[in-house]
């Protein structure tokens, strides 16, 4: 099993900024993908922003230009440095994990932490 525990949301005000962090309890190096999505009371998560065990990233059309996901193998940790926030983007932002084994990678399991509550004010 892998456990994922999410820190640093908090309160900003519109154009500030946060880093959330996600520690795994497993060597990133373990995981196949990993990602942060966000939820709205009322509204379906969505994708933000996700980095491969490569290296390769992605973002949500709307974070480009202000996101960044990235790595610290040695801590197990995965970090989203959200600059220039909306209020829109008030959220619980979640880490997940994508693990792959069997034939071929023909498994895939999922895990998710917590979250972290952002809220982001006008």
């Known amino acids: 099993q892998v456990q994922l525990v999410e820190s640093g949301g908090g309160l900003v005000q519109a154009g500030g900024s946060l880093r959330l962090a996600c520690v795994a309890s497993?060597?990133?190096?373990?995981?196949?993908?990993m990602g942060w999505y966000r939820q709205a009371p009322g509204k379906q998560r969505e994708l933000v922003a996700t980095?491969?065990?490569?290296?390769?990233?992605s973002l949500t059309d709307s974070a480009k230009g202000r996101f960044t996901i990235s790595r610290d193998n040695a801590k197990n940790t995965v970090y989203l440095q959200m600059n220039s926030l909306k209020p829109e983007e008030t959220a619980v932002y979640y880490c997940?994990?994508?693990?792959?084994?069997?034939?071929?990678?023909?498994?895939?399991?999922?895990?998710w932490g917590q979250g972290t509550q952002v809220a982001v004010s006008s």
């Open positions: 980095i491969t065990d490569g290296g390769s990233t």
């Open positions: 497993v060597s990133i190096f373990s995981i196949n993908a």
């Open positions: 997940n994990a994508v693990i792959k084994r069997g034939y071929r990678d023909s498994l895939s399991l999922t895990y």
